[in-house]
Nanobody
Framework: QVQLVESGGGLVQAGGSLRLSCAAS????????MGWYRQAPGKQREFVASITSGDSTDYADSVKGRFTIFRDSAKYTVYLQMNSLKPEDTAVYYC????????????WGQGTQVTVSS
């Protein structure tokens, strides 16, 4: 069992910054992918950013150059640094932990609200 606990959401003005964190605990597999997704009211959940256990990263086009995903040295906590925030970034942000090989496993955090005012 793996559990994810998120923090760092809040209310900021357009152009401001926030840092989200996701702490993982439990039976962590050595090869995994952790990422952030977001969902605005009435919209589908969408991919934001991901990082592998080998520190390879990927970003949605909408956040490239503004957001950065990274892990701490122990690799049990992942962060999302969000700069130059826009009102369209407003959503509930969810942390994800995934294993794809040799088996498939997926865990989601509880979500944290990010609101960006005009």
């Amino acid at each position: 069992q793996v559990q994810l606990v998120e923090s760092g959401g809040g209310l900021v003005q357009a152009g401001g910054s926030l840092r989200l964190s996701c702490a993982a605990s439990g039976n962590i597999f050595s090869i995994n992918v952790m990422g952030w997704y977001r969902q605005a009211p009435g919209k589908q959940r969408e991919f934001v950013a991901s990082i592998t256990s080998g520190d390879s990263t990927d970003y949605a086009d909408s956040v490239k150059g503004r957001f950065t995903i990274f892990r701490d040295s122990a690799k049990y906590t992942v962060y999302l640094q969000m700069n130059s925030l826009k009102p369209e970034d407003t959503a509930v942000y969810y942390c994800n932990y995934a294993i794809k090989r040799p088996f498939v496993y997926n865990v989601w955090g509880q979500g944290t609200q990010v609101t960006v005012s005009s």
